[in-house]
């Protein structure tokens, strides 16, 4: 306990101590990437929280109260790059099925505090322009949090589309397949549409992201390098960025890194 302590309190003071050079830091990326070209859709998987509070000898739960504070921050900076569509991991489908009761209860009361907030302060959402969408298998998710994301998408449905938030809530890749697939085969059987209408295209609509871009960039926090199940079909193409830090951790200049990467990336798109 004594040696978490201690590397928690070295790591905050060593953040004070290069406050001043982070400051012309953040100014030396901004002058970087100002110009460059931005990402119409970056996705977001916030890991690292539990690593986060153990780090600190805290409750996991604590830090995904963190990590939620951290969302919020970093949601204003993607906004105020212009970036149009956002996409975060918020829950996947195995943490709402093998955590344990006590985790997802913690973590099914925060998502149902934060949608709260939403509505509490959708004056904020209106003027930014954010039209919000909750994906992911209903059956796994509480009754009343699928009521107040109903009427989340239904209260921003009619704000002029500069931004869109997709919230990510007991989700999976897989699964998300699995329920086109099903789709697009009843629709076959009632002659809505034929097999050989089939394509990328079509099969895309049935996914659960209908409507907005693939993602361009896809940024993993924590220092894991892999999807682990996130956006499987739509990924196919994205520029993925791994970063050591935790999320409860993650600054601008983490987000600005990642879209410096980005922009001296060429993209092939296959080709």
């Given at each position: ?14 953040r ?11 100014k ?8 460059g070209?931005?990402?119409r ?47 975060i991991?918020?829950m ?14 913690r973590l099914f009361?925060?998502m ?8 509490e ?28 994301s ?11 589309r ?6 990510a809530?007991c989700?999976?890749g ?7 697939v ?14 050989n ?6 099969f895309s ?6 409507g907005?871009?693939d993602?361009d960039?896809?940024?993993?926090t ?40 980005y ?9």
């Amino acid at each position: 306990m004594l040696k978490k302590q201690l590397k928690a309190s070295a790591m905050k003071l060593s953040r004070i101590m290069l406050k001043p050079v982070y400051k012309v830091y953040e100014k030396w990326l901004w002058i970087q990437i100002k110009n460059g070209r931005m990402p119409r859709h970056v996705a977001i998987i916030p890991d690292g929280n539990r690593r986060w509070a153990r780090l600190r000898d805290l409750p996991p739960w604590l830090g995904h109260e963190f990590g939620y504070k951290r969302l919020k921050e970093v949601l204003d900076w993607i906004w105020d790059l212009g970036i149009e569509v956002v996409t975060i991991y918020a829950m996947s489908s195995e943490n709402c099925t093998r955590r344990s009761l006590e985790e997802r209860k913690r973590l099914f009361d925060l998502m149902r505090r934060a949608l709260n907030e939403v509505i509490e302060n959708i004056d904020y959402f209106r003027e930014r322009g954010v039209k919000i969408h909750v994906l992911g298998r209903e059956e796994l998710i509480p009754r009343d949090l699928i009521e107040l994301s109903r009427k989340i998408e239904k209260l921003t449905s009619t704000y002029p589309r500069k931004h869109v938030l997709n919230i990510a809530l007991c989700y999976g890749g897989r699964q998300e397949i699995v329920d086109a697939v099903r789709r697009i085969a009843l629709d076959v059987s009632l002659n809505r549409i034929s097999v050989n209408d089939i394509d990328e295209n079509l099969f895309s609509k049935y996914l659960y992201t209908n409507g907005v871009p693939d993602p361009d960039l896809i940024i993993r926090t924590s220092g894991e390098e892999r999807i682990s199940n996130f956006l499987l079909w739509q990924s196919a193409y994205s520029e993925l960025y791994f970063c050591e830090v935790y999320w409860p951790d993650f600054r601008r200049i983490d987000l600005w890194r990642a879209i410096r990467s980005y922009q001296k990336r060429e993209r092939r798109f296959g080709r």
